[in-house]
């Protein structure tokens, strides 16, 4: 698989595997379909692998863990810190705090048995901790050698500059697809001129630009999509349209929607890297397919009418999570 910079130094595959779903979220999910779809992911050249503290809570980062105890040299790791979460799941609030940063970091290693962490993200901004106190915490982890490499997730181009002050960020992580194009209001502009690579997940819109229903209906157990509100309600069924759009399109191109969405992900820049999220081969498969498809200029503008910003329906998320975006 082709391969991208995200920074001046790490190097990773052009496209990533987001490990949340295998655990959490999206349904209920089998270990051992989710190991097996992260070590035929390996094979196919895709080395880097995204999870966090949160997913679980916590069991993501074990999981993927175990999948790569004796493949730990052939993958990027990525995890995060900040959305915090108690035992029992419940959700504590987004925390920014030194002290935190240095404790979650550890229990991240511990929970993965690594030595070592590839990229570190904060996953969400703390709006009450200066951004230079958390990201003074998190360099102190790459002077002691516990993290290669700093990001941020789902950061403002002010708060980009000022942590990239402290230590230069080698990636910001924030949602980007075909219907959600917030990126292109000035924080990929920042990202450029800073020499920050982005790295896009929901490349797939959590599954809504695809064609298998199971993927957009939300409805198994402990499916949260189900609540979510472009999947919900008359939203539900207006986005279905866009889908329609972009299934005529596939249809011509001898592709599927995934795979058309995917590679419109990957044609926005060399220093764009998704990460769809998958916790079966056979989806893994389809999407590393979608790094083979090419797009003409005109196939690109037709997609992009093909899904009008202004014409997707509903937020990124419920009100309490909006408010955790753009920090």
């Known amino acids: 698989?082709?391969?991208?910079?995200l920074g001046h130094e790490l190097e990773v595959s052009a496209q990533g595997l987001g490990c949340m779903g295998m655990s959490e979220f999206y349904g209920v999910g089998d270990d051992a379909e989710s190991i097996?779809?992260?070590h035929e992911a390996i094979d196919h050249g895709v080395n880097l692998l995204d999870t966090a503290d949160m997913y679980g809570p916590f069991t993501n980062e074990e999981l993927v863990g175990r999948a790569i105890r004796d493949r730990r040299d052939e993958v990027v790791l990525a995890t995060k810190f900040g959305n915090q979460r108690g035992e029992d799941g419940?959700?504590?609030?987004?925390?920014?705090k030194p002290d935190y940063v240095r404790r979650a970091c550890d229990d991240s290693l511990r929970r993965?048995?690594?030595d070592v962490i590839d990229l570190y993200y904060q996953h969400r901004v703390d709006r009450?901790?200066?951004?230079?106190?958390?990201?003074g915490a998190m360099k102190s982890l790459v002077e002691t050698g516990k993290v290669r490499h700093l990001g941020i997730s789902e950061a403002s181009s002010a708060t980009l500059e000022r942590a990239h002050a402290v230590h230069p960020i080698a990636a910001l992580q924030s949602e980007y697809s075909l219907w959600t194009r917030d990126p292109?209001?000035?924080?990929?502009?920042?990202?450029?001129?800073?020499?920050?690579?982005?790295?896009?997940?929901?490349p797939l819109g959590r599954g809504f630009l695809t064609t298998e229903s199971s993927n957009r209906d939300g409805t198994a157990a402990k499916d949260y999509r189900k609540n979510h509100p472009r999947f919900s309600g008359e939203a539900?069924?207006?986005?279905?349209?866009?889908?329609?759009?972009?299934?005529?399109?596939?249809a011509d191109k001898g592709c599927t929607v995934a795979q058309l969405a995917l590679a419109w992900v990957l044609a926005q820049g060399q220093d764009v890297v998704p990460i769809p999220g998958t916790k079966r081969r056979k989806w893994l498969r389809e999407n590393i397919a979608a790094s083979s498809l090419s797009l003409s200029a005109d196939e690109l503008v037709a997609l992009e009418a093909a899904v009008p910003r202004d014409a997707v329906v509903g937020d990124r998320y419920h009100a309490a999570g909006m408010t955790t975006i753009n920090g």
């Open 1 to 5: 698989m082709e391969r991208r910079f």
């Open 36 to 38: 097996a779809t992260i």
């Open 90 to 96: 419940a959700f504590l609030g987004v925390n920014g």
């Open 112 to 114: 993965l048995g690594v």
């Open 128 to 135: 009450t901790v200066p951004i230079e106190e958390t990201w």
């Open 184 to 202: 292109e209001d000035g924080v990929l502009d920042t990202c450029r001129r800073l020499g920050i690579g982005f790295v896009a997940y929901s």
């Open 236 to 250: 539900f069924e207006q986005n279905l349209l866009l889908v329609a759009n972009l299934e005529a399109i596939a």
